[in-house]
Every structure is written in structure tokens, then in C-alpha cells.
């Protein structure tokens, strides 16, 4: 194998900077590798489009990331994941990027919470485009006929992490708003279907009780990557291990640095690109 051959990168893509708690407990798992992160900051939020914009976006995003040299894409998205992942795997992987990989965050989150619930009762809270494609609901399903899948929409929660304003006294009575009727239809396990909700993980944690495991993808995707990686030496071979991190935003503004530097937890210098 040629030497450039193994100094390939490992992309994160979110719409916003939300992925970046993501790429935070990816980057301490597995801090060896290169990480290039891309948010979409300029047209977050995703959760409020239709599928085939989600999926127009997307597509100029593993573009852009695969152009930069990286080898696999994780879609921390779960919008992108939900609206867009597998027709990007099926159709236009093997078209334009046969070698190259692109994984979501929904099914590994999914299939964590099977093992968690006792009594079948999940909890899903996400973006208005997630929860319309009902992908949580269906993998559920395919893993365990017996669920029910209890889901709500929370258009209001990533306009609120994005504005800086998680820790504001109204966010809880948002919250409270969005899992008081999940509390009541008695799930023992919530998942938290957005990059975003991760930062409010702890306000959520306060509200839902001890009772209700909470699953951030925060926490399940690093353990997943490195099973993966390790499944897929022809892939982890290619793969650079200079600990590189380089961030790439569509709207750079000092918001972005600023909050994403408190999510990622040290400071980021973005550079900005316009996606097309």
C-alpha cells in the first residue's frame, strides 16, 4: 500500500454544531485518527425540511468531506440518517464513491436501546423530520416486534442549543413541555434522537427520573466506531493517525467558534466553505 494511502481522515457531519459532542467523545475513544468535522451551519436546522432537500444536502456534504481525503463519513445527523443515509448507501455510494463508506447514527443508538428497555415502552425525541420519517419507530421494530415506540418532536430544542441559550430558565419548561407525555405513557427508556440533545442531556436526566434510562448517541457511537473499524482493517488501515482535527462550518461566525469550542470542550478554529 502507498504511503498517501494511509493518511485518509475520518468525517463527521452534522447540520449544525451539535456533532461536535459527538466528535468530542469520538476524538477521546479513538484520539489517534485524523478527524475532519463539517457543520451546515448556514441551513440548520435540517429537522424542518423536506427529505429531498435533506438528502440534496447531504449529498454536497460527503462530497465535500470525501474530496478533503476523508475515508468513511459518520452522518451524526439524525436527520441525514433518517431522511437520506440509505439511499446515499444504496444508490449513490456505489455510483460515485464505490470504496467509500458513510454510516449513520440511528441504528447503533437503536439497537442499544433494545438491550436497555424491560418493558418495551421506548421513548423517541427528535426533529419534525426525524420523527415524520418514523426511522426510529421502524429499526425498533425490525429489531423487536414487541415495542412500542412512544415519539415526540422538539422543533424548539436545537434552536435553543444553537442560540447558546441551553441554560436559560425557560429551556426546562420546554423540556418539561416535550416529556411530560412520554413520562406518562410509562417508557422506561428515552432516546435522545438528536446531535443537539446531547447538551441537554442533564436537564432531561433531572426531569425523566432515575427510572428512565436516557441514551445519548454521545456515548454509544465511539464504542460502535472502534467495533467497526476494527471489523474493517482494509478501511482502518487507510486511515491517518496524526491526530489531526480540522473543522469546517457554512456560516463561520464567532457564535460557532465560541459555542462549538464549549461542545467540542477546546477551542476550534473553524474555516468556512460553501457547499453546492
Keep these: 500500500m502507498k504511503g498517501a494511502d494511509k493518511n485518509k481522515s475520518i468525517g463527521i457531519f452534522d447540520s449544525g454544531f451539535g456533532g461536535l459532542d459527538i466528535l468530542k467523545t469520538i476524538t477521546k475513544k479513538l484520539p489517534d485518527y485524523n478527524y475532519i468535522y463539517l457543520g451546515d451551519t448556514a441551513r440548520t436546522p435540517y429537522g424542518t425540511r423536506s427529505s429531498e432537500v435533506v438528502y440534496e444536502f447531504t449529498k454536497q456534504a460527503i462530497n465535500f468531506l470525501f474530496e478533503s481525503n476523508c475515508e468513511i463519513i459518520i452522518l451524526a445527523c439524525n436527520t441525514a440518517s433518517s431522511d437520506a443515509l440509505k439511499k446515499i448507501q444504496q444508490e449513490y455510494l456505489p455510483k460515485y464513491y464505490p470504496d467509500k463508506r458513510v454510516l449513520g447514527v440511528l441504528i447503533p443508538t437503536v439497537e442499544e436501546a433494545i438491550t436497555k428497555t424491560n418493558n418495551n415502552k421506548i421513548g423517541v425525541i427528535a426533529t419534525e423530520g426525524t420523527i415524520r420519517s418514523e426511522s426510529f419507530k421502524k429499526e425498533l421494530l425490525k429489531l423487536n416486534p414487541k415495542i412500542k415506540a412512544l415519539q415526540k418532536s422538539c422543533p424548539l430544542l436545537v434552536p435553543i442549543v444553537e442560540a447558546g441559550e441551553q441554560n436559560?430558565?425557560?429551556?426546562?419548561?420546554?423540556?418539561?413541555?416535550?416529556?411530560?407525555?412520554?413520562?406518562?405513557?410509562?417508557?422506561?427508556?428515552?432516546?435522545?434522537?438528536?446531535?443537539?440533545?446531547?447538551?441537554?442531556?442533564?436537564?432531561?436526566?433531572?426531569?425523566?427520573?432515575?427510572?428512565?434510562?436516557?441514551?445519548?448517541?454521545?456515548?454509544?457511537?465511539?464504542?460502535?466506531?472502534?467495533?467497526?473499524?476494527?471489523?474493517?482493517?482494509?478501511?482502518?488501515?487507510?486511515?491517518?493517525?496524526?491526530?489531526?482535527?480540522?473543522?469546517?462550518?457554512?456560516?463561520?461566525?464567532?457564535?460557532?467558534?465560541?459555542?462549538?469550542?464549549?461542545?467540542?470542550?477546546?477551542?476550534?478554529?473553524?474555516?468556512?466553505?460553501?457547499?453546492?
Aim: proline letters at 2%; hydrophobic letters at 35%.
Design 168 to 276: 436559560s430558565n425557560f429551556t426546562e419548561t420546554i423540556l418539561l413541555k416535550y416529556l411530560e407525555p412520554l413520562i406518562e405513557q410509562n417508557i422506561d427508556t428515552l432516546i435522545l434522537g438528536c446531535t443537539h440533545y446531547g447538551i441537554l442531556e442533564r436537564k432531561i436526566k433531572k426531569i425523566v427520573g432515575k427510572r428512565i434510562v436516557v441514551l445519548s448517541e454521545a456515548k454509544i457511537i465511539p464504542k460502535k466506531l472502534e467495533i467497526y473499524l476494527k471489523k474493517h482493517s482494509d478501511i482502518e488501515e487507510k486511515l491517518g493517525k496524526n491526530k489531526k482535527r480540522v473543522f469546517y462550518s457554512t456560516d463561520l461566525t464567532d457564535k460557532f467558534t465560541r459555542l462549538g469550542s464549549k461542545f467540542f470542550g477546546s477551542e476550534i478554529k473553524a474555516k468556512k466553505i460553501i457547499l453546492k
